[in-house]
T-cell receptor
């Protein structure tokens, strides 16, 4: 149990276009999901916390107008990278919180590799 | 401020040898502790977690970890490493309000 999927697994896009990444909890409901960004050989950097039915909470330094997050249902959160630029190229990972409290376990998706040309 | 430290950036072990990956945290109370593994180009997989109770916790793939309050540590161990264990390992801590990841330890397994 506790499976999280991400789609697409990898995407290549032109500079200036927008890209949407989906994160789904397949066998449980997640009121809270997280979006991370990971640079090569580095740890995960939390971008934002996504709560179902409310606005996402962004970490300091993350542009909320550039990284749009929508958590419209208990099993789906989306991250849209708007007007993508080459510096947005990265590995994006989502996680879903099993249970309502932050001390519960996060289950991670397989990640989405974004390459902006 | 709370933090998670993984002192070893990279570790190389021979297949069949024992392994210990270190994790230290800084937090006033007992946090919730996790170890995750990440294979190249993949997401993170939960190996084990500690919330309370027995300080020695067993996880998947033959891993175990021991919580030592006096040392603020939660080291990950495996008695005999397999080549498939080569990956990046992340220690994580939850205080109940925030979730922190360590910087990771890259494990190389040599035949």
């Amino acid at each position: 149990g506790a499976v999280v999927s991400q789609h697409p697994s990898r995407v290549i896009c032109k500079s200036g276009t927008s890209v949407k990444i989906e994160c789904r909890s397949l066998d449980f409901q997640a009121t809270t999901m997280f979006w991370y960004r990971q640079f090569p050989k580095q740890s995960l950097m939390l971008m934002a916390t996504s709560n179902e039915g409310s606005k996402a909470t962004y970490e300091q330094g993350v542009e909320k107008d550039k990284f749009l997050i929508n958590h419209a249902s208990l099993t789906l959160s989306t991250l849209t990278v708007t007007s993508a630029h080459p510096e947005d190229s990265s590995f994006y990972i989502c996680s879903a919180l099993l249970g309502g409290a932050l001390w519960e376990t996060q289950y991670f998706g397989p990640g989405t590799r974004l390459l902006v040309l | 401020a709370q933090s998670v430290t993984q002192p070893d950036i990279h570790i190389t072990v021979s297949e069949g040898a024992s392994l210990e990956l270190r994790c230290n945290y800084s937090y006033g109370a007992t946090p919730y502790l996790f170890w995750y593994v990440q294979s190249p180009g993949q997401g993170l997989q939960l190996l084990l977690k500690y919330f309370s109770g027995d300080t020695l916790v067993q996880g998947i793939k033959g891993f175990e970890a021991e919580f030592k309050r006096s040392q603020s540590s939660f080291n990950l161990r495996k008695p005999s490493v397999h080549w498939s264990d080569a990956a990046e390992y992340f220690c994580a801590v939850s205080t109940g309000n925030q979730f922190y990841f360590g910087t990771g330890t890259s494990l190389t397994v040599i035949p």
